[in-house]
């Protein structure tokens, strides 16, 4: 579904892992050696975001359903399904909505045996497991997950998004820079730079290192002269005024040959910043800035303090073999 690039760093001896787990209301601490340690760079999407409303969502929603309709049958002595079962796994919908995605492979049991349930169409029978879990398979319901958390995240920003099915570029223009930033956008627009058929605008809003290290995803017109980080549409206009008579003018291949030479750079930049064994300067000062946070002294790591309400202390029983704690 998406590729990034992976570093991997040397572990240092004092790193290790870890892990809290609780259970019937008592916490255990346990202690493991990391033998292996990567950075994962930014990721490149494989497979676009459907956008809310369009034709692929409509259908991961009918197969939601219906393949938890099938599955609750399947469960059933005689394959009748109780509408308020499947009601509950679907608190988002209505009992009218799920009533008419229903009527489209069940029908209602309204005497005789199972009265006040419903069962699959004579001409439906239910699929087998393998053919359900062809009909929604874990990368459509990732896709469809990531679609409804832009939706939402638009939503609590005072956004409707309405122009989303929008693909022409006059009308992406006019998109709030949240509504470029849905994921329903950004997985398009790079893929169809990765075919050639858009061009990214590479820094800028978008870059999500917010510091020129990664790719923005936000689309440019191919109509338009592409400019570098940091340049002005008057300086390069007067750059190419100033041209010898004899000298060609701005042309789509120094227009390709400055993007290339972009991505390349902010490559480079990444590349440079993700192989580097010393961490960035920011990250140390950023790490405690909640004044909420308490952080321990080393000593008391596992001293007095593990020794809390409902809390086990670290024996070294719990430690693994060769770890950085042995």
């Given at each position: 579904?998406?590729?990034?690039?992976?570093?991997?760093?040397?572990?240092?001896?004092?790193?290790?892992?870890?892990?809290?787990?609780?259970?019937?209301?008592?916490?255990?601490?346990?202690?493991?050696?990391?033998?292996?340690?990567?950075?994962?760079?930014?990721?490149?999407?494989?497979?676009?975001?459907?956008?809310?409303?369009?034709?692929?969502?409509?259908?991961?929603?009918?197969?939601?359903?219906?393949?938890?309709?099938?599955?609750?049958?399947?469960?059933?002595?005689?394959?009748?399904?109780?509408?308020?079962?499947?009601?509950?796994?679907?608190?988002?919908?209505?009992?009218?909505?799920?009533?008419?995605?229903?009527k489209e492979f069940c029908e209602y049991q309204r005497k005789g045996l199972g009265a006040g349930y419903w069962r699959p169409k004579h001409n439906m029978p239910i699929p087998e497991e393998e053919n359900l879990r062809k009909m929604l398979t874990p990368?459509?319901?990732?896709?469809?997950?990531?679609?409804?958390?832009?939706?939402?995240?638009?939503?609590?920003?005072?956004?409707?998004?309405?122009?989303?099915?929008?693909?022409?570029?006059?009308?992406?223009?006019?998109?709030?820079?949240?509504?470029?930033?849905?994921?329903?956008?950004?997985?398009?627009?790079?893929?169809?730079?990765?075919?050639?058929?858009?061009?990214?605008?590479?820094?800028?809003?978008?870059?999500?290192?917010?510091?020129?290290?990664?790719?923005?995803?936000?689309?440019?017109?191919?109509?338009?002269?592409?400019?570098?980080?940091?340049?002005?549409?008057?300086?390069?206009?007067?750059?190419?005024?100033?041209?010898?008579?004899?000298?060609?003018?701005?042309?789509?291949?120094?227009?390709?040959?400055?993007?290339?030479?972009?991505?390349?750079?902010?490559?480079?930049?990444?590349?440079?910043?993700?192989?580097?064994?010393?961490?960035?300067?920011?990250?140390?000062?950023?790490?405690?800035?909640?004044?909420?946070?308490?952080?321990?002294?080393?000593?008391d790591m596992f001293g007095d303090s593990a020794y809390g309400q409902d809390v086990s202390a670290v024996t070294p029983s719990r430690m693994v073999p060769g770890s950085a704690m042995d």
């Amino acid at each position: 579904m998406f590729r990034a690039p992976l570093f991997s760093h040397k572990v240092r001896a004092t790193d290790f892992l870890v892990v809290k787990h609780v259970s019937k209301g008592e916490s255990k601490w346990y202690v493991r050696g990391i033998q292996y340690q990567y950075l994962v760079g930014q990721t490149y999407p494989l497979q676009e975001v459907p956008a809310p409303h369009s034709r692929k969502v409509t259908t991961t929603i009918k197969h939601r359903l219906q393949v938890a309709a099938y599955r609750l049958m399947n469960r059933n002595q005689y394959h009748l399904l109780q509408m308020g079962k499947l009601a509950r796994l679907f608190p988002e919908y209505s009992d009218l909505q799920i009533r008419q995605r229903l009527k489209e492979f069940c029908e209602y049991q309204r005497k005789g045996l199972g009265a006040g349930y419903w069962r699959p169409k004579h001409n439906m029978p239910i699929p087998e497991e393998e053919n359900l879990r062809k009909m929604l398979t874990p990368e459509m319901l990732c896709v469809f997950e990531s679609m409804r958390v832009g939706q939402q995240q638009l939503h609590d920003a005072g956004k409707l998004g309405e122009e989303e099915e929008d693909n022409d570029e006059g009308g992406e223009s006019k998109l709030s820079i949240e509504e470029l930033l849905a994921p329903w956008n950004l997985t398009r627009n790079f893929i169809n730079a990765t075919q050639g058929k858009a061009m990214l605008k590479l820094y800028g809003e978008g870059d999500p290192t917010g510091k020129g290290d990664g790719f923005s995803f936000v689309r440019v017109s191919m109509k338009d002269i592409f400019l570098r980080a940091g340049e002005s549409v008057q300086e390069k206009l007067a750059e190419i005024e100033a041209r010898p008579k004899s000298a060609h003018r701005y042309n789509v291949a120094e227009q390709q040959q400055i993007y290339k030479e972009e991505i390349m750079r902010i490559w480079k930049t990444q590349f440079a910043e993700l192989a580097s064994p010393q961490p960035p300067p920011t990250l140390q000062r950023e790490a405690y800035k909640d004044a909420n946070v308490v952080v321990p002294e080393i000593n008391d790591m596992f001293g007095d303090s593990a020794y809390g309400q409902d809390v086990s202390a670290v024996t070294p029983s719990r430690m693994v073999p060769g770890s950085a704690m042995d």
